[in-house]
């Protein structure tokens, strides 16, 4: 019986091994380069207050801000103004107590089929062009594209990538700015400060299925034991950059979609990046576009191919890249 278990058991050995030299290979033919950093014609221009064309700006200038938000919108045009209504009401105040703190909220249309871009154009006509900007892509690039194309065009000394649905308290990003100061001195003016929900994990429990709760817990120790150490939540859409961070970590992300996050971060790590992780007030929002297993299911398979990916050297890491 012994003989048996023992060859049953290198037998198994024997095929987790193929299979996971078969996945890696698959992984290195199937990687896309790196997504070339380009804009159509039509993305590399805003319209200001008047609707007339302006060219925008790009990260490699000297910033003129202090705060840029990027709020990535696909098919939002209901949820986005609330969001847009809390996040400008601070701002505005916040600019009335100091007169010296300028901003600016960055609209990204991600190829939407609705009215988002018409909604988001009404707070540029109200508050002016130099505060409120609509990027309106030409094709749907996915989450993690929209808030490149948003980031590369910021003027901000800080950048904070926001979600149009609102599910964070907006002034909470004070206590992202505090985290990032906590982390000074930057190493090349590079740092981040990621919103994190882990704190609310017991309560989020307690209202999801067992087996959502099982899918949480599984992508968490792929995020761990595969591409991020250190960092509990991942995937929360509020996180403050410094613009050289955000340069850096954008210009090398491969990854487009719903997994990019863990990518990013994955990143800053490999380029010794510090990252402070801060709880923030979060409400599940209606309306998600996540389809809870398919788009977990996605998003570990995704996991695993990042991870070859730079295992096998199918993607590398490279230095900071200009848009064209």
């Known amino acids: 019986m012994a003989p048996l278990l023992l060859q049953l058991a290198v037998l198994g050995a024997a095929l987790a091994a193929a299979a996971l030299v078969l996945i890696s290979v698959v992984a290195f033919i199937t990687a896309t380069k790196m997504p070339a950093l380009h804009r159509h014609e039509e ?3 805003f319209l200001n207050a008047k609707g007339q064309k302006e060219t925008l700006p790009s990260i490699w200038d000297l910033p003129t801000k202090q705060l840029s938000v990027v709020v990535p919108s696909y098919n939002e045009e209901k949820r986005l103004p609330v969001m847009m209504d809390e996040a400008l009401s601070y701002l505005e105040k916040r600019q009335k107590r100091d007169p010296a703190f300028t901003y600016e909220v960055i609209v990204v249309d991600d190829g939407s089929k609705d009215q988002t871009s018409k909604v988001a154009f009404k707070y540029c006509q109200k508050y002016g062009s130099d505060k409120v900007r609509v990027i309106t892509l030409v094709k749907n690039r996915g989450k993690g594209g929209a808030i490149r194309m948003g980031i590369f065009s910021s003027r901000g000394e800080k950048i904070l990538m926001a979600d149009a649905d609102g599910a964070t308290k907006f002034p909470d990003v004070e206590k ?30 307690a209202q999801r299925s067992y087996f959502r709760t099982l899918l949480m817990y599984g992508f968490h120790f792929l995020v761990w034991f595969l591409c991020v150490k250190g960092i509990r939540d991942t995937q929360c859409g509020f996180k403050l950059f410094t613009r050289e961070a955000a340069s850096q970590t954008f210009s090398s992300l ?43 299911l996605q998003m570990g398979k995704d996991l695993l191919f990042i991870r070859l990916r730079y295992m096998t050297g199918a993607w590398r890491l490279e230095q900071t890249r200009k848009m064209n």
């Open 176 to 205: 992202l700015e505090k985290g990032l100061n906590d982390l000074q001195p930057w190493p090349n003016q590079m740092a981040i400060a990621c919103g994190s929900r882990a704190h609310l994990e017991k309560e989020s429990i």
């Open 254 to 296: 491969h990854v487009e979609r719903w997994a990019f996050d863990v990518e990013l971060l994955y990143i800053a790590q490999c380029f010794k990046i510090p990252i402070a992780e801060i709880a923030v007030n979060w409400t599940e929002i209606e309306g998600s576009k996540l389809v809870p297993f398919w788009s977990w």
């Open 43 to 45: 993305e590399k221009f």
